[in-house]
């Protein structure tokens, strides 16, 4: 009978010479020659090839492409029960999955590569401290055994390229982020809880259905309209049935006109949703009168579409484009006119309104923001006039906040119905898209290190000068300076022309916006249908940044992390560290970045800090500037000039993710525990 660390280092000995023996037939462990040297003795003249000991145990072996074969090698490992790390990646490894059970310590096992064969053994569900488990590209054949699902800290399923068969639907945990069941022998019915992978990590796999791949056979019938569906089921008969009659019976006839009757019905009621406020208010409401109707339409013609109605009735008070003090983002004035004219893209809708990329008759590419028309605070105050001079008051803070870090604002259009916003057009998209795009797919390409370092302190810069930077308003006067960004988030964070980080959307969570924002709201903030304002504050802000360094940190999305509720990212990174597992947040795509796991450490304890959950234990913008550049500095000198990469020559790096557990593992950084 095994327990955890029952053995000693002489048992480790043991085993170790035991699987030399079974496996080393190339001589590749000759540096394991003398046994009675230690293997934990880090000043022996030669140090044993793969083997890595803490508290004089072994706690990790890694063997990978070493030509190691041999049927009985791996159950020999079965008595290292201090281990930690196993990989045997990449050798001939042959035979059954032994009862790994008494590795109990074990976080990662790699065992891809081999011609392992037989089962997935059941009992590799007591490893319950499993975060990573590799066992692709093997002979492997028969179902999953439900005792995996009791690996509930797992991380890394893969088990792609082998012969497993059976549905996977059996496989249900909630924390994989790498997961691979390609090119086996898998059938049925995909669940939904993993219908969000990619469809490469199903693949090759003949009986698979349902979302991501092509819907199973019942559900494509059942996903025409339920009218469809009925006069098909009621037809069915009719038609098979044969007889030679030719006629539909009466309950299809009866079906038919009944699905005819909805799907009729469905289209008035859309159109009686679409058109019945306009209609409405034109006639109950002056709001048709004053100003502009723009309408961005992303159809018939694609993105061609700036359609602009002219505006209704006498028009007395149009609205009016408003320049402000710096066009260097711009290169110069234009006229509504013009911007209705520019083919537009849609680039996103987001809580405050929707984003478009307008190219004018030029050339030159602006990005514009079209509000979303609600009652703000600002323009929901007691009458238009007002409402009018606060917004502009407004406009005016904002295009005064210039700032490398900062996406500038240009000019604003408003009218009572209509306020649209131009900024500068930030052409390499958003930290969310680099970060999130195509994580899986076949042309995701990975953001490294330096260019998170760099974008983390973008974002931190930015936001320390909108926090204490604008003091000195040229007016000097009270509200003359932004308090807060209040939106900050990875959409809001974009890089430009040169890939240096902006913030984006700057004080438009003072307009009433971002409801949008979870993930990201500060758990002392008011829920976002609270009407109690402002909500934008330099804490909430803090919070928020922190979370958008917990997620350059782990590669997940705060939206979709661990569990629902506001705090999910930090409280899900919180309780992994907590449990020492620290270096098994790291985003997996970071592996191959070699010696970053300090400055990863360090910049997760930042990252922590700012997302306390008490407000006056984040540190101030400024500070958590101070601190990413600190981190920066570390770097090794050749490093100096990597930092200083574009954004698209650092993301040409495409080499493969390794996922070896050089980093994944243990590894150093001072929160860090084996
Ligand atoms: N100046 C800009 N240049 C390039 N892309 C932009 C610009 N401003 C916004 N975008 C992109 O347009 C998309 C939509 O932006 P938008 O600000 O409308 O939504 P959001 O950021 O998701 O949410 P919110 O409105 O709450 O800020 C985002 O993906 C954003 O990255």
Redesign the pocket.
Known sequence: VHHANAGSLDTDVAALSAFRLAADRSNALATWNNLSSNPCAGTSPQPWRGVTCAGGRVTRLVLEGLSLSGSGALPALANLDGLRVLSLKGNALSGPIPDLSPLVGLKLLFLSRNALSGPVPPELGKLYRLLRLDLSSNNLSGAVPPEINRLDRLLTLRLDSNRLSGPVDAIALPRLQDFNVSGNLFSGRIPAAMAGFPAEVFAGNADLCGAPLAPCKEEAASSCPPGAAAAMAATKPAAEGGGGKGKMSRAAVVAIVAGDFAVVGLVAGLLFCYFWPRLSGRRSDRRHREGEKIVYSSSPYGAAGVVAAAAAGAAPERGKMVFLDDLSGIGRRFELEELLRASAEM?????????Y?AVLDDGSVV?V?RLRDNPTPVAASSSSSSSKKEFEHHMTVLGRLRHPNV?PLNAYYYARDEKLLV????PNG?L?SLLHGNRGGPGRTPLDWAARLRIASGAARGLAFIHHGTRRGRSGTAGSKLEAHG?VKS??V?LDRAGEARL??CG?AQLG??S??SGYRAPEAPAPASASRPWATQKGDVYALGVVLLELLTGRCPAMAAGEGEEALPRWVQSVVREEWTSEVFDLELMKDKGIEEEMVAMLQLALSCAATAPEQRPKAAYVVKMVDEIRACREEPSSGRGELSSSSSMDESSAVSDSPAVSEGGGGPAVSQ
């Not at 900024?423 to 930030?426: A, F």
């Open positions: 680039l996103g809708k987001g809580g405050s309104g929707t984003a990329k990005a923001k996406v900024y500068e057009y930030m958003s969310f939106n959409t809001n974009l984006a959307d438009l916006c971002c949008a924002m």
